[in-house]
């Protein structure tokens, strides 16, 4: 019998229709367009506007798309592991408010908290249970409301997350394709640079919290900017020396897309030409859990069966890692 291996089998998207330019951004906070896009590469990133919507609604979008593009039915799915740090409420876990949203009767699930790194956690966590034998099919999603935990006169944060979600399915594969290898790490020490203090049980909310701002993304940008070149480049090459590839190797770098310098470093350590590195990051922005898996579906149609592609992210906490993959279809 061969070897099982989790294995991507079908990728969707979405991404709000709304569009918060870097000029829009000039009238809000002391920037400018040509700053914004010297210093990250952003050029607009996407807004999840209306009343009553969260992220488990970006969410539906992308899910329904998914099941519709594989050919089956909500009640298919086993297991929804949901990648967030905006999640609807505190509890239930988004994962299970997506589910009744879609009919995922027979679905069990949870959320996935590892800031921009959430998504490559995902789907490791998932690989486990497709290797095992216990599941055959998995939606492993990724998405935030960034919008909603940011301070828009804080220039430090305001120009850089967009809001967006994509979903990807897994299942068992024995053809030798799929997830054959992840490496990732994590560094609690790291995060007093990177974090939203209140709203936990450390500091739960209230007026002062409130009136502090407490509730929205802190970022001290140079020290995570620094953490993140190095790391997210020494796992992408790490994973790699393991598995004994070489740039010509590699087919795609899929790499979270948080700054454009953070990941031309990563690509440039590999080896790896610019052709070779998906990068979406002028039009959307940092979705954090969202921006591998919004790559992989608007690069879905150049992937070819049995490519190498690595993903690799790095987050605030510290988080990061990558994984390696055999595209299956």
Same mark, same amino acid.
């Given at each position: 019998?061969?070897?099982? &291996?989790?294995?991507?089998?079908?990728? $969707?998207?979405?991404?709000? %229709?709304?569009?918060?330019?870097?000029?829009?951004?000039?009238?809000?906070?002391?920037?400018?367009?040509?700053?914004?896009? /010297?210093?990250?590469?952003?050029?607009?990133?996407?807004?999840?506007?209306?009343?009553? +919507?969260?992220?488990?609604?970006?969410?539906? &979008?992308?899910?329904?798309?998914?099941?519709?593009?594989?050919?089956?039915?909500?009640?298919?799915?086993?297991?929804?592991?949901?990648?967030?740090?905006?999640?609807?409420?505190?509890?239930?876990?988004?994962?299970?408010?997506?589910? =009744?949203?879609?009919?995922?009767?027979?679905?069990?699930?949870? *959320?996935? $908290?590892?800031?921009?790194?959430?998504?490559?956690?995902?789907?490791?966590?998932?690989? $486990?249970?497709?290797?095992? #034998?216990?599941?055959?099919?998995?939606?492993?999603?990724?998405? =935030?409301?960034?919008? /909603?935990? @940011?301070?828009?006169?804080?220039? !430090?944060?305001?120009?850089?997350?967009?809001?967006?979600?994509?979903?990807?399915?897994? %299942?068992?594969?024995?053809?030798?394709?799929?997830?054959? *290898?992840?490496?990732?790490?994590?560094?609690?020490?790291?995060? $007093?640079?990177?974090?939203?203090?209140?709203?936990?049980?450390?500091?739960?909310?209230? &007026?002062?919290?409130? %009136?502090?701002?407490? &509730?929205?993304?802190?970022?001290?940008?140079?020290?995570?900017?620094?953490?993140?070149? !190095?790391?997210?480049?020494?796992?992408?090459?790490?994973?790699?020396?393991?598995?004994?590839?070489?740039?010509? *190797?590699?087919?795609?770098?899929?790499?979270?897309?948080?700054?454009?310098?953070?990941? *031309?470093?990563?690509?440039?350590?590999?080896?790896?030409?610019?052709?070779?590195?998906?990068?979406?990051?002028?039009?959307? #922005?940092?979705?954090?859990?969202?921006?591998?898996?919004?790559?992989?579906?608007?690069?879905?149609?150049?992937?070819?069966?049995? =490519?190498? @592609?690595? +993903?690799?992210?790095?987050?605030?906490?510290?988080?990061?890692?990558?994984?390696?993959?055999?595209?299956?279809?």
């Amino acid at each position: 019998m061969n070897k099982i &291996h989790a294995a991507i089998t079908a990728v $969707q998207g979405y991404v709000p %229709e709304y569009v918060l330019s870097n000029r829009e951004l000039e009238s809000l906070v002391e920037t400018t367009d040509e700053w914004i896009i /010297s210093r990250t590469g952003i050029k607009e990133r996407r807004i999840l506007k209306g009343e009553g +919507l969260a992220t488990s609604d970006m969410a539906v &979008h992308a899910v329904n798309g998914l099941l519709k593009k594989r050919g089956i039915s909500a009640e298919e799915i086993d297991l929804i592991i949901f990648c967030t740090v905006t999640p609807d409420m505190p509890f239930p876990a988004t994962a299970n408010i997506l589910a =009744d949203k879609i009919g995922a009767k027979n679905a069990w699930g949870f *959320d996935l $908290q590892a800031a921009c790194s959430g998504f490559i956690y995902g789907l490791t966590t998932a690989s $486990q249970f497709i290797e095992s #034998g216990k599941h055959k099919k998995i939606l492993v999603v990724g998405g =935030d409301k960034m919008s /909603s935990i @940011i301070d828009y006169t804080d220039r !430090t944060t305001c120009i850089i997350f967009g809001d967006g979600c994509g979903a990807v399915l897994v %299942e068992p594969n024995e053809e030798g394709n799929g997830i054959m *290898d992840s490496i990732l790490k994590s560094d609690g020490s790291g995060r $007093q640079f990177l974090n939203q203090k209140a709203g936990g049980s450390l500091r739960p909310a209230s &007026h002062e919290t409130v %009136e502090n701002k407490e &509730h929205f993304v802190f970022q001290e940008g140079k020290t995570v900017f620094k953490f993140a070149v !190095t790391n997210m480049a020494d796992v992408a090459a790490e994973i790699m020396e393991k598995n004994e590839l070489t740039a010509e *190797d590699i087919a795609w770098l899929v790499p979270h897309q948080a700054n454009k310098r953070i990941i *031309d470093a990563t690509a440039s350590r590999m080896g790896l030409g610019s052709e070779k590195v998906m990068i979406n990051i002028e039009r959307y #922005g940092n979705t954090t859990n969202g921006t591998i898996p919004l790559c992989l579906w608007e690069w879905e149609s150049k992937l070819k069966k049995g =490519d190498n @592609i690595v +993903l690799a992210a790095f987050g605030g906490g510290f988080t990061w890692g990558a994984v390696y993959i055999k595209w299956a279809y």
